[in-house]
């Protein structure tokens, strides 16, 4: 295996380009080195994508926030106006793996691995995220929501890599939050993930609302009907609990060595249900923040 | 020699926390453990595993990797010689190095997933790898069976076709590789006397050991026969004996000598590796080193059984135990000899019964050969006779320390597993558990508090030390037992504290094979206690040596000197200036040369020590997520000699144990093939799912230690699990009887009682 | 193909060495450099023995080629002791006993460091959670987290 470090997009995409199915991207590599490890993938050549520039760094404009699809987990954590702005997504992306890990991990990789339980694709998904893309036939931007499409099958095309991905200024009212569950309380594939966004009123009316689940279907799915659960009305118990059982009726999950499906189908909901309260707590405390900094 | 006492004489050393003489160079990188070590022109080997569950070798085919550029030798079944069914026990486990042999590689046949088929020796590791693509293995795959209830079924598969018993003579066919029963009494008859009898049946899945570093060897055979092997295992004499026996080499030929260990808990009492480096060495004429994955570490080294246990006892109203019996499966793996026998000793032993009995059975099953993991075989033992106890006090509303303080163990009472017990602090333990302010402390709701309790054995068995007075008067001591947690510190105090010197003045090292007289593995939690009292023995000698010398050089009887504050004096003439180890040392060409001494035997008066747990547990009830939030552990030490290291085998017991109740298990797949081989997924504790685990240390002398010492390092992983366990219950109302309490597993419990 | 020439820093010396494209930073500082100071536990990033610092950042060295390293500053436990003189977390693992084995030894030290670098105050939690990607199987972590507290303590009266 050959390895190489393109310092552009051209030159990155000229080399998969030429290597067709025998080369593999890598950003982090903290599951492409592991499958070399364990032979699940031999590719004769990697394509280190961490030293071009339009993959690196975070930049918060006024329109919203582009995250470069290399830029790891900790610098992410870092970045304060993106966790102002977007607690959720921030939270699942330091969810991936160990603080070794956060020191390499990408969303980029999170999303291209392809695992139905990555951390940060529900909150993405959630947070409506688009990724740009771009490859031997140019550049295109797709919703988060559409990249994956089955364990490990991605809607790429060949020779094609996620560059980065746009998040807008939060509107007000925003609020968006994600829960896993996971044996342990740190080193684990979730179980289960869910990711919230939410916007209400001031008057606490809920206007929007999305969720997206992972690891409770063959790809993370958006669960338009739990969303729905929430719509136009302020959300109380009664309401939450009808988010959480569409979310668990909307769970097709497997039985495997890390729980069943019983337990996933159940927990789908609790967790939705967890962060559609977290992603409204912090609505409303936006709301509170503007009332009090006016 | 005699045992001196210490009763009354003041201690300098023992009970206080010095910097362990290893200390530093394991914070700067500088220890070398098993892979540590390199070779010029050395080879790098790698062994080719078995891909199913249960098959018949028909052939093995290694041309095409015998002519890859770069491979040097590759050995299969065939090179190695036929062993004699021969028992060996120099481990935790009963061995017999025929089956050892065939674990080591296999034979005909393949009795696991990971079984070692073959091994190869490459200029580089990648090209070893490489080669193991291209040796052909010609498989007649044969049902297999993964469990207890499928392996003693009518019509099982059988794992052996040809197994003989304990004295050589072939059985009838079955999966019952051993079958063993021990006891007192009338348990049967007994039952029927009592007021309650609680009766519930067990299971618990296999689990690793998990230490961090992965088994590793450099072996070098020169063209003359003699052959040296790096590794790091818990006894390099194990290494030594059993890969002299499998390869049919002469004990004196081979040298092992001891790397630092990077984790062992009984699973480094075999060996796995070691043979093949050597029989690839001798085929290539050059060092091969072995290191395993972490994939090959859980596929095939020793996971601790899976069980089955069945736990019986029956009481008095007031709560007095009448009877108990015990029914206990262990899965051995592929070859015989689980820790079936352990368990059956352990399990009845906390408590005073009039009428004991147990049964265990060591079953064979297609999975890796179990292997010793601390305290063999009595932590899936407690778990049952625990959560047993737990159910008479409930049912019984009796305190449950109340409880086994009633029925607890003490000096002069027969113990289930034969002899009467001495001197032990099991009551003590409880009375401190019962006193403690965690006991008594507030919950909150979905939380729970558990109490359980354990022992385990201290072994003696064989070892040896040298110590020698060096010519500045500082002491060399060296033993022959890899330190796994700190025994060279203990060892120094001790040796301190005979001589009456600093602590810094005494130096300890791990000899080889070749410097220093034979040793039983690190474990039995003996290195303290056992090669501990030879350090002591090995001191006295040289201290009455020192006095013979100093009275020759005052000319005057040697029984008017006597040893006190690191000098030597006579005992009726405060005029004569006593003479210190370094004036002794120097002029001992003059008076008989080096002093030095070596202790050997095999040591008798084990202890026992006894572990009660505190636990409290919050439970998740949507999720069934159990968090450990409070913990206290407290254990009968006899005599802490370095009370940091006795509370971290406390603490650290405490964790494997947690780990091995709420989420450790090997899951396997139909196949036989294990899904979670790695740390991912086998989900060892990490920081931040435990809280502090206060240990409180007892301290009831073993009266048959010089110090006082008792082992400390197995008895803390009994008590865990049942204590968790207990917790999970008092929180919830639910009873399990199934590990590990994972979420699925307890979401599912509590919703099929809502 | 022939093999490839890095040029890097590691622990404070500038270091060139070859590798094969494949091999991980851990492949070359162990079997290449014999810097032997850094261990491997798994080689799948899960336990936290190989833990190195990548300009800074805590890594996993079995999670990055060693042709990465080009141009990076490595740091490893062999680089933390400044001749004789331990490092605070070096010398209160000892007071401590925060050792029983020793392998994780190094690669805890390592997170450490990075943890307290940018967080000198940490909580038990915050050191829990920090330390969750090095797995010691001996100690039950207690007195390695009384330890980093214990160091971070110190390290924040010898800066007041």
Known sequence: MEYASPRSLDEAIGLLSQAGVDARPMAGGTDLLVQLRTGARRPELLVD?????????????SQGFRIGAAVSGAEIGECLPLREAWPGVVEAAELIGSTQIQGRASLGGNL???SPAADSVPALIAAGAVCTLIGPAGRREVPVDDIVRGPGETALGEAEIIVDFRLPRPQDGTGDAYQRMIPRTEMDIAIVGAGVSVRVAESGECLACRVALGAVAA?????????????????DSEALEELAARASAAADPIDDKRGTRAYRTRVAGVLARRAAEEALRRAGDRWAARSQSS | MSEKSTEGRPLKWVGTRPVRPDGVEKVTGRARYGADFARPDMLWGHVLRSPHAHARIRRIDVRRALELDGVKA???????PEIASEQAFVGEEPTDYRMLSQNVLARGKVGYVGHAVAAVAATTSAVAEEALRLIEVDYEILPHVLDVLSATADDAPLVHDDLCDRKGVKKNPSNIANEIEMGHGDPEAAFTNADVVVDRSFTTQAVHQGYIEPHACLAEAGPDGQVTI?????????????????????LAQVRVVPAEIGGGFGGKTTVYLEPLAVALSQRSGRPVKMVMSREEVFRATGPASATRIRVKIGATKEGQFLAGEAWLDYEAGAFPGSSVAAGSMTIFAPYAFEHARSHGRDILVNKPKSAAYRAPGAPMAAFAVE??????????????IDLRLQNAAREGVQSSFGPRYKRIGFVETLQAAQEHPHYDAPLQPNQGRGVAAGMWFNAGLQSSAAVMVNADGSVSVISGNPDIGGSR????????????????????????TASVGYNDVTGGSRVTLATGKMVVEASQEVISQLCERAAKVWDVDVKRVHWADGKAKVLDDEAIEPLGLAEIATGAARTGGPIQAIASGSVRGVGMSFGVHLCDVEVDPETGKVDVIRYTAFQDAGRAIHPSYVEGQIQGGAAQGIGWALNEEYVFDDSGRLENSGFLDYRMPVASDLPMIDAVIIEVPNPDHPYGVRGVGEAPIVPPIPAVVNALRAATGVCFSDLPVSPPRVLEALDAVS | MSKRHVTTTIDGEGREFLCEDWQTLLDVLRDVLMKTGTKEGCGTGDCGACSVLLDGRLVCSCLMLAAEAEGRVIETVEGMAEGDRLHPLQQHFLQEAALQCGICTPGFLVAARALLAQNPDPSEREVRFWLAGNLCRCTGYDKIVRAVLAAAAEMRGAEA
């Open chain 2, 387 to 400: 959560s047993v106890v737990d159910d008479l006090a409930r049912q019984l509303e009796i305190d449950p």
């Open chain 1, 112 to 114: 291209c691995n392809a």
């Open chain 2, 230 to 250: 790096w590794c790091s295992s818990q006894g390099q004499f194990m290494v030594r004996g059993y890969t002299a026996k499998l390869l049919g080499l002469d």
């Open chain 1, 219 to 235: 790809r993370p799915i958006r669960v338009d009907e739990a969303a729905a659960a929430l719509m136009g009305r302020r959300p």
């Open chain 2, 489 to 512: 510190a203990s060892l120094a105090m001790m040796a301190a504290e005979e001589f009456g010197i600093e602590y810094e003045k005494v130096g300890v090292r791990i000899g080889d």
């Open chain 1, 49 to 61: 994508l961490k030293q071009i520039p339009g993959l690196c760094g975070i930049d918060c404009g």
């Open chain 2, 74 to 80: 590759i050995v299969t079944g065939d090179d190695l």
